[in-house]
């Protein structure tokens, strides 16, 4: 997470309305139906929407390899993954070779900072409407302090594990799914901001909402910061943690790399656990990290991804 907390909104002017896309019914019943009503002359039938598909839910153990991975990684490379070491490539290496594994879309996006390349890990799930996009991310670098493993290895992880649910469950989504892992946040969200910068008029309008997740996993008392913009993002998050008594603190735009789609008139969504005592140190390690935390943001993440996927 980026230390300031910079509470942009999104530019003046309005965003082009377009049409949410509709659960898909099913073709062959509402032929049938067609076709009983035109021998017995009454009213054809609406065919019945398919049932709501019910999110997976995961456990420790399927999310937590990937924040020890993230660990070993920072441990055998000077200890962080910051932007422009090894340390960060090899951590953006071990996330892409999961994704295309599982049969994701995967590209990396090129920037500069400081004389050094980096690069923005995008992932896009084959299927959905392209003129209506669910984009969700995480950075992924650390500062150089220390290995980042809450910040934002944590939401980094999460992220993972809901992408991998995407792919294990085969989900067909009404709207198109990309994920991405942004390098060079703790610089000032250079990353989220040079890909957003590098799109067109037309692309950034497709996306309908983006969700971001930093730091998923805070130890003791975590705060569940929900970010307040995207009215079905902040309903989806406030909902899942109602539900488990978890109560929640709506936040606005500022802080992490949603801050760069909300600038561009983007509606952005995501929450956060809050600080913890080994904030950008190196005690930031795979010990700072609590499980049951970081599984509870997981399964928060994927029950919303699952529920703006189908366009509810």
């Known amino acids: 997470m980026h230390p300031t907390s910079t509470p942009g909104r999104r530019p003046a002017g309005l965003r082009s309305v377009r049409p949410r896309p509709s659960l898909r019914l099913g073709g062959a ?7 009983a009503a035109l021998v017995t002359g009454a009213p054809p039938a609406l065919a019945e929407a398919p049932a709501a598909v019910t999110p997976p839910v995961v456990t420790a153990d399927q999310v937590m390899p990937h924040l020890e991975a993230l660990q070993r990684i920072a441990d055998r490379n000077g200890g962080n993954r910051a932007h422009g070491t090894q340390g960060y490539r090899e951590s953006v290496a071990h996330v892409k070779a999961a994704l295309d594994a599982a049969g994701f879309r995967t590209a990396l996006h090129r920037f500069t900072h400081d004389g050094t390349t980096g690069h923005n890990l995008v992932a896009d799930w084959p299927g959905g409407d ?7 991310g995480a950075h992924l670098d650390s500062v150089e302090a220390g290995p980042g493993i809450n910040d934002n290895g944590s939401g980094s992880a999460a992220l993972l594990a809901t992408a991998l649910e ?7 989504p009404d709207r198109h799914l990309r994920f991405a892992w942004w390098g060079a946040e703790e610089a000032g969200m250079v990353g989220s901001s040079a890909y957003v910068g590098d799109l067109s008029a037309a692309e950034r309008d497709r996306i309908d909402v983006y969700l971001n997740m930093d730091m998923a996993g805070t130890k003791g008392d975590p705060k569940w910061l929900v970010v307040e913009d995207d009215p079905a993002a902040a309903e989806a998050f406030n909902g899942y ?29 995501g929450f956060a656990t809050g600080l913890d005592d080994c904030y950008h140190q190196a005690c930031d390690r795979i010990e700072n990290v609590d499980p049951a935390t970081e599984t509870t943001s997981t399964n928060a993440f994927i029950s919303t991804v699952w529920q703006l996927a189908a366009g509810s």
């Open 241 to 269: 943690f109602a539900a488990r008594n978890l109560s929640t603190i709506g936040i606005g735009i500022g802080g992490s790399d949603h801050v760069s789609f909300g600038d561009a008139g983007i509606p952005v969504g």
């Open 29 to 35: 019943a509402a032929l049938l139906g067609l076709c």
């Open 166 to 172: 995407v792919a294990k469950s085969d989900l067909a």
């Open 130 to 136: 392209p003129e209506h996009v669910v984009f969700a």
